[in-house]
């Protein structure tokens, strides 16, 4: 029997999940729930290209996403593009911005990344929250339908909005899966783990330190912005709190939690985190008190993550 | 032309001369040592014409270009590669996913086909992963490919630095103490590589504390003690030098003073 590559196998497992789950569901809820995992799991994919491969930290991811998501709002009113387009230039506009902040921080040796986007994305949020005229400030302000799942009715596919959802995240994230699984195995992502295990080797192998970090801010920073996106036009309607800086923190969580070496792992980390405060409702008023925890044991008991660690154990086993 | 040419390097830390005003050239095929007593200043010396240090004076010029303090990423291009006393191997890759990085400058092409899968990208990965399995094999470590560096025995490890080191074809490559913590199988057989890549055209300066392997191997022996060359020659020559051996055995003076 041919052996499965380990891309073809994350990504049928990942598919096979979005296809299967629907039928557990006890309530068209849970499709909400769905989208709402692989909305974060598509984020926290990019987290995975920063941090995973590449060994970068950065604390202000949600920055990018709330571009993303105002750009959903901002641009089809007063631009007049459709909302489909505004995904594309908020995209557009969040590696740019990756770019000119990450250009002169990447240069820097050690945790100056972490610093710099700590304060992009307060930034970001401070912006979002007192520009009312622009934002709406800290109450929100209402996103335009996509209106693809009218066109799919008219096409004779008649889903509801929950399930349009469901399953358009679920084709994004399988997207964005399989781009970060093709970086890995690539000459760029090598690049990139190469410098994540030895800077110095990699500058004597030729690998331009700082412009292959650069790649990897960027190329996240879209992923980002792309979730954004999503959670905004999904909601038709976006507040500042998608740029917070807990939302940050809780994407690096999900990515850390799951395996931020693996793209499925860190993408079962965004489901378990966001299925937490769905089950428990307590979960909300203690978030930061969990998220740290979670950060600590993780970091203690399995450094590589929660699926990496437990997939070594069971073929550990199998041997 | 030189191929590379160090002249009148040197660097000080906090007011102390680590390295003062050293000069020598080293020609294609080459073999040339760097020997010296413990804190002579052969790494320092190695890290500075590498680009890790900055010089403080001198120049370096590679095929009649300067590239003095020049980033290593930038000499790796020139033809410029090397090694390090202390092992630098990516833990976190396969063997051959070691060995495929060397081959970094002949794979990297735009990020968007990598990203993409496209058959560009497929063609740039699956050539250099040809190339670093012949690699490994050379040095001996085809059956090795698939186990994860860090599992590697420390010989292992440093053929496999050295594997990595070829892949970009250098023109020079700078090895510093390549047989260090090796058992003296493992030495025979790094001393046989070295050989078997300078026959082949390309220079090599080395750093070593096995004289034994120095000797037989070295065309010329460059001698630094307290940061300054002290000798230069044949390896005949050089083992003969007063000088050389005063260093390596202390004076009479310093004699008298221990006693």
């Given at each position: 029997m041919p052996r499965l590559s380990a891309k073809?196998?994350?990504?049928?497992?990942?598919?096979?999940?979005?296809?299967?789950?629907p039928f557990f569901f006890p309530s068209g809820y849970y499709y909400r729930v769905g989208a709402l995992i692989f909305v974060n799991g598509l984020a926290v994919t990019g987290i995975v290209i920063l941090t995973g491969y590449a060994g970068q930290i950065s604390l202000g991811h949600a920055g990018f996403a709330g571009i993303g998501g105002y750009a959903c709002a901002l641009a089809p009113t007063h631009l007049g593009l459709h909302p489909s387009l505004a995904v594309v230039l908020g995209a557009v506009i969040s590696g740019v911005l990756a770019y000119l902040v990450g250009r002169p921080i990447l240069r820097l040796k050690g945790y100056y990344l972490a610093v710099a986007t700590l304060g992009f994305g307060i930034l970001v949020a401070m912006v979002l929250n007192n520009e009312r005229q622009l934002t709406g400030g800290p109450d929100g302000i209402a996103v335009p339908e996509l209106g693809l799942r009218g066109l799919l009715k008219d096409w004779g596919l008649d889903l509801t909005n929950g399930q349009f959802w469901y399953f358009f995240c679920g084709i994004v994230l399988l997207i964005g899966a399989w781009i970060a699984l093709n970086l890995y195995q690539s000459p760029s992502g090598r690049a990139l783990r190469a410098l994540h295990g030895s800077e110095i080797a990699a500058g004597t192998v030729g690998i331009d330190v700082a412009r292959v970090k650069l790649q990897a801010f960027v190329i996240s920073a879209v992923y980002a912005s792309v979730a954004g996106s999503l959670v905004a036009l999904q909601n038709k309607f976006i507040t500042p709190d998608v740029a917070g800086f807990m939302h940050s923190i809780e994407m690096v969580t999900m990515a850390v939690l799951g395996g931020a070496g693996s793209v499925l792992g860190a993408i079962f980390g965004a489901g378990i985190l966001t299925l937490l405060p769905q089950v428990l409702t307590v979960f909300a008023e203690y978030e930061q008190l969990v998220l740290g925890l979670v950060m600590m044991l993780v970091m203690i008991f399995l450094r590589e993550g929660l699926l990496p660690s437990v997939l070594r154990k069971l073929r550990g086993r199998g041997e | 032309m030189t191929l590379l040419s160090v002249e009148g390097l040197g660097i000080s830390f906090g007011g102390i001369k680590a390295v003062?005003?050293?000069?020598?050239?080293?020609?294609?095929?080459?073999?040339?040592?760097?020997?010296?007593?413990?804190?002579?200043?052969?790494?320092?010396?190695?890290?500075?014409?590498?680009?890790?240090?900055?010089?403080?004076?001198?120049?370096?010029?590679?095929?009649?270009?300067?590239?003095?303090?020049?980033a290593p990423f930038r000499l790796a291009s020139r033809g410029m590669s090397r090694t390090f006393q202390n092992l630098q191997i990516f833990q976190n890759m396969t063997v051959l996913e070691n060995a495929i990085s060397g081959f970094h400058l002949q794979e990297r092409g735009p990020v968007l086909a990598d990203l993409l899968h496209l058959p560009s990208s497929r063609r740039r990965a699956r050539a250099a992963e040809a190339g670093a399995r012949e690699l490994l094999a050379r040095v001996g470590l085809?059956?090795?490919a698939d186990r994860e560096a860090g599992n590697l025995s420390y010989g292992s490890l440093k053929r496999l630095?050295?594997?990595?080191?070829?892949?970009m074809r250098p023109k020079v490559l700078l090895l510093d103490?390549?047989?260090?913590?090796c058992n003296a199988v493992e030495t025979e057989e790094i001393d046989h590589l070295i050989a078997e890549v300078a026959a082949s055209g390309t220079a090599i300066l080395l750093v070593e504390h096995d004289m034994k392997m120095v000797m037989r191997i070295s065309s010329h022996i460059v001698v630094l003690d307290h940061g300054e060359k002290i000798a230069e020659g044949?390896?005949?020559?050089?083992?003969?030098?007063?000088?050389?051996?005063?260093?390596?055995?202390?004076?009479?003076?310093?004699a008298d003073a221990d006693g």
């Open positions: 073809s196998a994350t990504l049928l497992v990942l598919a096979a999940l979005i296809a299967v789950t | 003062h005003d050293v000069s020598f050239k080293v020609e294609p095929g080459e073999i040339v040592s760097v020997i010296g007593p413990n804190g002579a200043g052969k790494t320092t010396l190695f890290n500075m014409i590498s680009g890790v240090y900055q010089p403080g004076s001198g120049r370096v010029v590679l095929e009649g270009e300067d590239v003095t303090g020049m085809e059956r090795a630095e050295i594997a990595r080191a070829l892949a103490e390549p047989a260090a913590g044949a390896p005949a020559e050089v083992s003969r030098n007063p000088a050389v051996i005063a260093a390596y055995l202390g004076t009479e003076e310093g």
